[in-house]
């Protein structure tokens, strides 16, 4: 056997060992999950405080198994990427202008004002820091989710989301219209939601981690996550949800900001009717009692 044929056959080999260990994981992740939920919802109904703490145990145990899989996955999917090819930030910001200017004072005060003395000052609260339980939970939510090539949109100023720590970083993209605290290693656009820089079809996994309820045009950020995202691909969604709140129509919308940082809330009801237009809900996670309206979504991009 020559060496041209002992390294195709090696590389062979390897690529069907990574896919053998990431179904191992994932099928684990699927049978805890379906023995662990009964039992949070009987404890739910007794207890909200060990329903809760039992969730984020779930939730902790699919990460690390899911993430000792994650060195395995660099042999597949970095194919052929090219860097994105993107424009400054000054044009995607005198877009972002054009699209609601009713708007935008209002989004830009939140936004580059209020957000970002918020993430200076208390880092704590960043959504990709630790110290906060949603983001646990939020880290092992996405965890089996993660393959091939991911796409972080609102990856925030700091340099490494946490959900997004130990995944290979030449597999990552991100984009946040924030300017960044720190240098980001992976591949970073400063630009916005609604204007997404890369080629259709490009990620097997969209990430919008407390991201989309900042958007100004809602509809058109959707349809650039599934212009960009592989059929059959995921977006994986944390976000904050009321119990009655009117779907957000921007041009519809006053100016007025609904809390500090935000032009509208989802509540469960609309936010369904519209991502289920193009996704299926392949699973749903709800944090109970005080963060009850903290919910993640894993959505599947249906097949044309």
Not at 22 to 45: D, G, M
Not at 154 to 162: E, T, V
Not at 261 to 268: D, G, K
Request: proline share 6%; with cysteine.
């Amino acid at each position: 056997m020559n060496e041209g044929t002992k390294t195709m056959t090696g590389n062979i080999a390897a690529r069907s060992l990574a896919l053998i260990r990431r179904l191992l994981y994932k099928s684990t992740a699927i049978i805890a999950k379906q023995n662990l939920r009964e039992l949070e919802n009987r404890l739910t109904e007794q207890n909200v405080e060990i329903g809760n703490r039992l969730l984020m145990l779930e939730m902790q145990s699919r990460m690390l198994l899911s993430r000792g899989s994650y060195n395995f996955d660099s042999a597949s999917p970095k194919i052929n990427h090219q860097p994105v090819k993107a424009e400054s930030f000054d044009l995607y910001l005198e877009k972002f202008k054009k699209l609601h200017p009713h708007l935008y004072d209002a989004w830009a005060n939140a936004n580059f004002g209020a957000n970002v003395e918020e993430y200076k000052n208390r880092p704590q609260f960043s959504c990709a820091n630790h110290s906060r339980p949603d983001a646990r939970t939020f880290s092992g939510f996405i965890a089996p989710y993660l393959s091939g090539r991911v796409l972080d949109v609102g990856c925030g100023p700091y340099a490494m989301p946490n959900y997004l720590e130990n995944y290979p970083v030449d597999l990552i993209s991100g984009l946040d219209p924030l300017e960044p605290f720190e240098a980001h290693p992976f591949e970073f656009v400063r630009g916005f939601a609604e204007f997404l820089p890369w080629e259709d079809n490009t990620f097997d996994v969209v990430i919008a981690a407390t991201s989309l309820d900042h958007t100004i045009d809602l509809k058109l950020a959707l349809s650039e996550i599934r212009r960009v995202l592989k059929p059959g691909g995921y977006l994986l969604v944390w976000d904050w949800f009321g119990e009655q709140t009117e779907p957000y129509d921007p041009e519809n919308k006053s100016p007025e900001l609904i809390d500090k940082y935000h032009l509208f809330n989802f509540s469960e009801a609309w936010f369904e009717d519209l991502v289920t237009q193009h996704f299926s809900i392949a699973e749903k996670f709800r944090l109970l009692g005080e963060i009850k309206y903290v919910i993640h979504y894993s959505l599947q991009l249906k097949r044309k």
